[in-house]
């Protein structure tokens, strides 16, 4: 118990007395979106009963809604490293606003987790871009498909919205897998 003690101490000496000899601002910033290669498993169990109990708590006539807002005829792959982050940062904030819209009490607690776990992995996107692709503009292709994503958001109800991306969350990850890889992934 002592040696536990004295570790932990001479720990915090380290960490203070170096924080005073390496000034913070001089640190660079980095991000990595490796760790999304393979999500926590209880970050995607929390996802997993989010949706089920979102299926389960909204009857199907609730949930009328035309046209896959998150579908595209196109293959991420194609797409540069750069626009793939933009891609799955577009679908996040999506996702991540329509997780922030009032909910059911039972239901606003199921979604804690997730919509933590989605706000970090939204953060680590936008550190990535701001490190790594500061001045990226987006292909044509994507700014097309961002814009179809844009006018859902202005033109569907927040019930379709909700429902879309709740339904197609694990799509949303799996393309995250594919930003954390910079590989082709289907």
Known sequence: MLHLVLTLLLALVLQTSLGAVIPHNTLKKSCYLSKYRFPVFHETNA??????????????????????????????????VPDRVMLVKAELNLTITV??????????????QPLAFLTQVQNDLQCW?????PSHEPSE???????????????????CLEAS???HIFEVLNDLRCVAFEEQCN
């Open 99 to 112: 997780l922030e819209l009032p909910a059911a009490p039972s239901f606003a607690k199921t979604r804690q």
């Open 47 to 80: 996802v997993l009963r989010m949706r089920e109990k979102f299926k389960a708590t909204k009857p199907l006539a609730d949930r009328k809604c035309t046209g896959n807002i998150f579908h595209r005829n196109w293959d991420m792959a194609k797409l540069s």
């Open 129 to 133: 871009m701001d490190t790594e692709a």
């Open 141 to 159: 292709k994507l700014s097309r498909w961002l814009n179809n994503l844009q006018t859902a958001r202005e033109t569907k109800t927040n019930s």
């Open 165 to 167: 991306a709740i339904r």
